[in-house]
T-cell receptor, first 113, second 115 residues
Framework: RKEVEQDPGPFNVPEGATVAFNCTYS??????FFWYRQDCRKEPKLLMS???SGNEDGRFTAQLNRASQYISLLIRDSKLSDSATYLC??????????????FGRGTQLTVWP | DVKVTQSSRYLVKRTGEKVFLECVQD?????MFWYRQDPGLGLRLIYF???????EKGDIPEGYSVSREKKERFSLILESASTNQTSMYLC??????????????FGPGTRLLVL
């Protein structure tokens, strides 16, 4: 079973739409959670961390549900420039040492004019 | 500005060749990682290193080795390249934070084609 599961999409939405991505993780010891963004033929970059109480960064809202082991990303008022692949990422500790990141396969978003 | 560089953007090699992929970061990060990314499979961790001369296997280390002689440099070695190692290779680095919230910064990637 993969550590992180995402709906691969693709999601195709018009400009101005609201779109939500979901992600589940399998290890209840997971400690930290993130969304990364990857543009076509580019490297992944951190979009935002996900905190237990939920957090917002402009048009982006991230939510975490530890009981259900579920993470979400909401994008409001979609822009053409939001077109990318969104990677759900989880940090799982390894004993007393620093953990490592596990990446979901990504959800592809295309915003059309 | 944070910077991770990789020695080549595109590389074409023949089956059986020994291949070196170099990664350098200028952020004095302790942690460095090598991933490969394939369509439909996402990012898979090959090897990582939390300190100079230290290395740990990731999820798919077979057919690969690594070297970290200096803090800023992490090399991935394909001992005898095979066609199933054709892929995009991404290097990343991060600084140590006990919280586990460190950001990984990625290089631009090397697209390797093995013929």
């Amino acid at each position: 079973r993969k550590e992180v599961e995402q709906d691969p999409g693709p999601f195709n939405v018009p400009e101005g739409a609201t779109v939500a991505f979901n992600c589940t993780y399998s290890n209840s010891a997971s400690q930290s959670f993130f969304w990364y963004r990857q543009d076509c033929r580019k490297e992944p970059k951190l979009l935002m961390s996900v905190y237990s109480s939920g957090n917002e960064d402009g048009r982006f809202t991230a939510q975490l549900n530890r009981a259900s082991q579920y993470i979400s990303l909401l994008i409001r008022d979609s822009k053409l420039s939001d077109s990318a692949t969104y990677l759900c990422v989880v940090n799982i500790p390894r004993g007393s040492t620093l953990g490592r990141l596990y990446f979901g396969r990504g959800t592809q978003l295309t915003v059309w004019p | 500005d944070v910077k991770v560089t990789q020695s080549s953007r595109y590389l074409v090699k023949r089956t059986g060749e020994k291949v070196f992929l170099e990664c350098v970061q200028d952020m004095d990060h302790e942690n460095m990682f090598w991933y490969r990314q394939d369509p439909g499979l996402g990012l898979r961790l090959i090897y990582f290193s939390y300190d100079v001369k230290m290395k740990e296997k990731g999820d798919i280390p077979e057919g690969y080795s690594v070297s970290r002689e200096k803090k800023e440099r992490f090399s991935l070695i394909l001992e005898s390249a095979s066609t199933n190692q054709t892929s995009m290779y991404l290097c990343a680095s991060s600084s140590y934070l006990n919280s586990g919230r460190e950001t990984q910064y990625f290089g631009p990637g090397t697209r390797l084609l093995v013929l």
